[in-house]
């Protein structure tokens, strides 16, 4: 029987693949687990890092619908609604479980909820020589000028912490570049490692009229995660795992 997820659950399963390649997997094995379209996406990469992580990433999301399930996987799908957003459906009815997916150098995340609005974004805490210019086209004006107040060691910190969770909401929301990154202010991040609730006035007022919860944390040295959720109080719960030529492995 496959484990529970209560409605204030969120799983988030990490997936590092720094080690691992596509050529783990023969073509038939690769046929098998990409569908018609999948697999049409597949052949349009040309980095091999690119195709790994696709792989990787449909392997994850597998893995995931078999352990909380139970589905035959080969009767499920994730079918994008009008914004883009991939929801499950087995023979043609909706699951009760939801998905948040992000990738970034050599990591996949995946955000699992009982809730239809579930964002996740991470990223890798990697130098980037133009970050200082990111910042006006991710900040708004009162995050820039707290950014340049900050301590030169606190600001890369503050940059991602701000985007991933900005990146986080907007994928909970499903409404894509339609929220600009610059319409939401993280000024007040409470300590990493902590949920904290954040009020719509703080969240771009006209995009949503409810509170939101949010976590912000390291789940693995070197990255930075943002989660997000209209849920009043979340249980957020971070699962390592590992890849085992196309056997994905919890580490708890």
């Known amino acids: ?4 997820l209560h409605k204030n659950n969120i799983d988030v399963w990490l997936l590092p693949i720094s080690d691992w390649s596509v050529e783990a997997l023969n073509d038939n094995a690769i046929n098998q687990l990409l569908s018609e379209k999948e697999h049409a996406r597949f052949q349009r990469f040309k980095p091999e890092s ?3 992580e696709f792989v990787a990433s449909r392997l994850l999301l597998r893995h995931i619908l078999k352990t909380y399930t139970d589905c035959d996987t080969t009767h499920t799908e994730a079918i994008p609604d009008d914004m883009g957003r991939p929801f499950w459906f087995k023979d043609g009815a909706p699951l009760d479980l939801f998905f ?3 990738h970034t150098k050599e990591m996949i995340c995946c955000a699992v909820s009982r809730q239809r609005e579930i964002g996740c974004d991470v990223e890798s805490l990697q130098p980037r020589k133009y970050e200082v210019d990111l910042t006006e086209r991710v900040f708004s004006k009162k995050e820039q000028q707290f950014y340049k107040d900050l301590p030169a060691l606190s600001r890369s910190e503050f940059f991602y912490r701000s985007w991933t969770l900005k990146e986080a909401f907007i994928k909970a929301m499903g409404q894509g570049l339609r929220i600009p990154l610059t319409s939401l202010s ?3 991040l409470a300590e990493k490692e902590t949920t904290f609730k954040v009020s719509p006035k703080h969240l771009g007022d006209k995009w949503t009229t409810t509170a939101y919860t949010f976590k912000s944390c390291v789940p693995s040295p070197g990255y930075c995660l943002g ?3 209209p849920l009043n109080y ?3 719960n971070i699962i390592q795992a590992q890849l085992n030529g196309e056997i994905v492995c919890s580490l708890q």
């Open 1 to 4: 029987m496959a484990p529970r």
């Open 50 to 52: 690119k195709k790994a």
């Open 100 to 102: 948040s997916l992000s």
């Open 186 to 188: 993280f000024t007040y």
């Open 227 to 229: 989660v997000a959720t």
């Open 234 to 236: 979340a249980d957020i």
